[in-house]
């Protein structure tokens, strides 16, 4: 999971009410939960086409539909380095107002501050995150 590790960005895939797949590029953190990989990835501060994040078609397929695939590749016009790890799961929102949420939540946050210098001053704090709980991982490397 290196790959993972040192990818800055990945594409978040929900599936809309048409039944069309959408792509979105996220930043992530993640985690391992006994074993189990969990992504985390902020609704940030940065422009958004609506008001309230809640009300993003990714965050509305996510409820309607939480099965979610992330993608993360490197590419290189050398061949034999490229590379490409697809972690398929559950989505759902972390909400800071709620109490079953707020450690998770918390823990969540510090890790991605930890990797993105950029969310030191925004207010995640007040803002819900996306957690994808990874139950299938698929890859491919030109390495051997």
């Known amino acids: 999971m290196q790959l993972l ?3 800055r960005r990945a594409v978040l895939a929900t599936l809309g009410g048409d ?3 959408r792509l979105v590029p996220i930043a992530f ?3 391992d939960e006994g074993g189990a ?3 985390y990835s902020a609704l940030d501060e940065k ?3 609506v008001s309230d994040v809640r009300q993003l078609a990714r965050v509305k397929d996510i409820a309607a539909r939480p099965a979610v695939s992330v993608l993360v ?3 290189s016009e050398e061949w034999d380095e490229l590379a490409w790890i697809r972690l398929d799961g559950t989505a759902r929102l972390l909400e800071p107002a709620i109490a079953a949420d707020a450690a ?3 823990l969540a946050l510090r890790l991605l501050r930890e990797r993105y210098p950029q ?3 925004q207010r995640l704090h007040e803002r819900p995150v996306i957690r994808i709980a990874v139950e299938h991982v698929a890859r491919w490397s030109a390495e051997p």
């Open 73 to 75: 590749d490197r590419w």
């Open 47 to 49: 422009p958004k086409t």
């Open 19 to 21: 039944g069309r797949p």
């Open 29 to 31: 953190a993640m985690a």
């Open 5 to 7: 590790s040192t990818a």
């Open 119 to 121: 969310y030191a001053s």
């Open 104 to 106: 998770e939540h918390g």
């Open 37 to 39: 990989v969990v992504l």
